[in-house]
């Protein structure tokens, strides 16, 4: 008897509790889901910030564009006047490149008119009032064009210094439209990411929820195990897809499941049969040496005594066959018995 448990232990316990063993942790998807989950609810919350800031560099940068159209259009407007002042320039330029002609010209007759008079006759002295006259008109309009000029180009001067100004805000303003643009392409990069990562994490949590759902129909086939139908048998065979079971005493047989009995009768030199009916299309066979004490159409429930085992005579061993179908085929019977304790 020490022999056959020791077998028992080693043959049926042990792949068993290795297939329990092998059942993953249904907690572990559900923690990986709330992390998941977590990370989701975070980068959307950094995307909001990512979209606020977003806006908040649309608005300076249409600010600054703004500013620098605005800019732009005085710009132009300087040019404009730079370019008129230097057009009046040139005209008083050459206005008094010519009173610089006159006066010459002026001077040369003054010495030629001069030098056919005596120098202290009246003639001469006539001659040296009108000309002194004239030489005083001429320098007053000389000096009076030589002012509008020294004025305009002091305005010219003034317009330049004021046309540096606007274009040092030009480049400072292009410079800050620069930044601005790269601080937006960054904001706009990183919230592009954010939108991949929670795609990523969603399509996570998809395999996640499909791996639980897979592990979830293992785990509840693995619930709907079968009993074992005898208890203190003296000898167990599994090669076969059913179990056979070996015993020397009379012992209670009882259904591995619920289910309805849907055949009870004897079967040629093998003995009584009683085949039970389980959900999702299960059936369990009960062949052997054992007395029925159940009959057809009658609702099982797991454990319910169905017969009473009934060895062969003195010193021999009586069998009972155990064998699960699912839609109509056999299974591997011993993968689907609860773990004996």
Same mark, same amino acid.
């Given at each position: 008897?020490?022999?056959?448990?020791?077998?028992?232990?080693?043959? =049926?316990?042990?792949?068993?509790?290795?297939?329990?063993?092998?059942?993953?942790?249904?907690?572990?998807?559900?923690?990986?889901?709330?992390?998941?989950?977590?990370?989701?609810?975070?980068?959307?919350?950094?995307?909001?910030?990512?979209?606020?800031?977003?806006?908040?560099?649309?608005?300076?940068?249409?600010?600054?564009?703004?500013?620098?159209?605005?800019?732009?259009?005085?710009?132009?407007?300087?040019?404009?006047?730079?370019?008129?002042?230097?057009?009046?320039?040139?005209?008083?330029?050459?206005?008094?490149?010519?009173?610089?002609?006159?006066?010459?010209?002026?001077?040369?007759?003054?010495?030629?008119?001069?030098?056919?008079?005596?120098?202290?006759?009246?003639?001469?002295?006539?001659?040296?009032?009108?000309?002194?006259?004239?030489?005083?008109?001429?320098?007053?309009?000389?000096?009076?064009?030589?002012?509008?000029?020294?004025?305009?180009?002091?305005?010219?001067?003034?317009?330049?210094?004021?046309?540096?100004?606007?274009?040092?805000?030009?480049?400072? !303003?292009?410079?800050?439209?620069?930044?601005?643009?790269?601080?937006?392409?960054?904001?706009?990069?990183?919230?592009?990411?954010?939108?991949?990562?929670?795609?990523?994490?969603?399509?996570?949590?998809?395999?996640?929820?499909?791996?639980?759902?897979?592990?979830?129909?293992?785990?509840?086939?693995?619930?709907?195990? !079968?009993?074992?139908?005898?208890?203190?048998? =003296?000898?167990?065979?599994?090669? @076969?897809?059913?179990?056979?079971?070996?015993?020397?005493?009379?012992?209670?047989?009882?259904?591995?499941?619920?289910?309805?009995?849907?055949?009870?009768?004897?079967?040629?030199?093998?003995?009584?049969? =009683?085949?039970?009916?389980?959900?999702?299309?299960?059936?369990?066979?009960?062949?052997?040496?054992?007395?029925?004490?159940?009959?057809?159409?009658?609702?099982?429930?797991?454990?319910?005594?169905?017969?009473?085992?009934?060895?062969?005579?003195?010193?021999?061993?009586?069998?009972?066959?155990?064998?699960?179908?699912?839609?109509?085929?056999?299974?591997?019977?011993?993968?689907?018995?609860? @773990?004996?304790?």
């Amino acid at each position: 008897m020490a022999i056959l448990r020791y077998i028992f232990i080693v043959i =049926v316990c042990f792949p068993i509790t290795h297939l329990y063993a092998a059942i993953p942790n249904h907690n572990t998807p559900l923690k990986n889901i709330k992390y998941y989950k977590n990370e989701i609810a975070k980068n959307k919350n950094e995307n909001l910030k990512f979209k606020n800031e977003i806006n908040t560099f649309e608005k300076k940068l249409n600010s600054i564009n703004n500013k620098y159209i605005k800019l732009l259009n005085l710009k132009s407007r300087f040019d404009q006047k730079i370019i008129k002042l230097k057009s009046e320039n040139q005209n008083i330029t050459a206005k008094l490149d010519n009173f610089t002609l006159v006066l010459n010209k002026l001077k040369l007759r003054y010495l030629l008119d001069r030098s056919d008079t005596d120098e202290d006759s009246a003639a001469t002295l006539l001659i040296n009032n009108r000309y002194n006259k004239m030489f005083n008109e001429l320098k007053i309009k000389k000096r009076s064009i030589a002012n509008s000029l020294f004025k305009i180009n002091s305005r010219i001067k003034l317009e330049q210094s004021r046309l540096s100004k606007i274009l040092s805000k030009i480049v400072l !303003f292009e410079d800050l439209s620069r930044e601005w643009e790269n601080n937006k392409a960054i904001k706009v990069n990183n919230y592009l990411n954010n939108n991949k990562l929670i795609a990523s994490y969603k399509g996570k949590i998809k395999i996640i929820k499909r791996n639980r759902f897979k592990k979830s129909k293992k785990l509840s086939s693995l619930k709907n195990l !079968f009993n074992w139908p005898i208890k203190k048998y =003296v000898g167990i065979n599994f090669k @076969k897809k059913g179990v056979t079971f070996s015993f020397d005493k009379r012992l209670d047989v009882k259904a591995g499941k619920n289910g309805k009995v849907s055949h009870v009768g004897k079967l040629s030199t093998y003995g009584t049969i =009683v085949i039970i009916k389980h959900k999702n299309n299960y059936r369990s066979i009960y062949l052997g040496n054992f007395i029925a004490q159940i009959k057809k159409g009658q609702n099982i429930i797991q454990g319910d005594i169905i017969g009473m085992s009934d060895p062969s005579g003195v010193n021999q061993l009586g069998k009972l066959y155990y064998e699960i179908r699912k839609n109509n085929k056999s299974v591997n019977t011993i993968n689907l018995l609860k @773990k004996k304790i």
